[in-house]
């Protein structure tokens, strides 16, 4: 058995001075291989008697078993030596720069935000703001809500927690309270647009929770519906740069205004496109009206004296017409290969004068 000791203990020691994988490797075949020292060994077991075979064989085997499982170990450690320096050597920093940089784009809704705001300075309307968290106040009961009214809910509004005082702050359901804010603190004649962001609690592919729109407010003596169509009709005829676009104005409700319409543009759906300014079908585009005299009230004008138009739109809806994205929820999804597809260059600002877009 002397040989088997000594095998082993050279074998086990070629397993231990191995230091890459490949070297394991040929330990390996040299010992366990078809022509290998201990396989070599098992072929000399069929010319023994039984006895003999059966004490050398078991001998034999067990020394194969012994050299495999220090093969083994030995070669998880080299894998995890190996796996550790690799490790070591690729160390990766984050803080640096990627080789390839998206250049940056002005999204879509900014860009039509842009556009709006430039056709309507240049018919003499300023911008106005006010504040993504809201009261009731402002947001509903001075724009003519009851209370109670199931319009209030009709708006999906987002709540916050209920105040100490019983009150509840909301995150604003539209840009009207803007018109409220204006009201309030300038004296007429006013003339204003409020694009900002308007939150309400749904999502489908015409509906996110969070979206812009555009309101607007004109209060003078003497306004009536003419100007309404007339302002609006030129804002679109601009918007979509064309003069081929045909308007209709459908009664509607709004607490706001009295009487209230919807605005309608003509245009064509044939195809699965929306083209505007062709075709047979009619799309709602805006909500507008003159304002209720109770708005004018609760903000401080005399009705009697002064009355005005209002009106509000979608800018991410406008946009996706004007610039075909199927899908409002991908305007927000912050996808690079979006945004570099269907994004703006900063440098060309939209003004009336050199073109929108
Ligand atoms: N606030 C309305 C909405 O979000 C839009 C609107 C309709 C605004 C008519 C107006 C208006 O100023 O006159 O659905």
Known sequence: MTDLTTLEADVLAQVAAAGDLTALDAVRVAALGKTGSISG??????????????????????????????????????????????????????????????????????????????????????????PDIEDDFHNFTALNFPPKHPAREMHDTFFFNQKEDGGRMLLRTHTSPVQVRTMVSQKPPIRIIAPGRTYRCDSDA?????????????????????????????????????DAVTTQFRPHHFPFTEPSAEMDVQCDRS?????????????????????????LRACGIDPDEYQG???????????????????????????????????FSAFAAPNPASGLS
């Open 41 to 130: 060994l098992l072929k000399t077991l069929g010319a023994m008697s039984p006895d003999e075979r059966k004490e050398r064989g078991a001998a034999i085997n067990l020394l194969r078993d012994r050299v495999q499982t220090a093969l083994n170990e030995k070669k998880a450690a080299l894998e995890s030596a190996a796996l550790d320096a690799r490790l070591a050597s690729e160390t990766l920093d984050l803080t640096l720069p990627a080789p390839y940089r998206r250049k940056g784009s002005v999204h879509p809704t900014m860009q039509v935000m842009d556009e709006m705001i430039a056709i309507f300075a240049e018919m003499g309307f300023a911008v106005a703001e006010g």
């Open 206 to 242: 015409t509906h996110t929770p969070m979206f812009h729109q555009v309101e607007g407010l004109v209060i003078d003596k003497g306004i009536h519906m003419g100007h309404l169509k007339w302002t609006l009709e030129t804002f679109i005829a601009r918007f979509f740069e064309t």
């Open 271 to 295: 195809g699965g496109e929306i083209k505007i300014g062709q075709g047979t079908s009619w799309l709602e585009i805006l909500g507008c009206g003159m304002v209720h005299p109770n708005v």
């Open 309 to 343: 138009f209002a009106f509000g739109m979608g800018v991410d809806r406008l946009g996706m017409l004007k610039y075909g994205m199927p899908d409002l929820r991908d305007m927000f999804a912050s996808d690079g290969r979006w945004l570099s597809h269907y994004g």
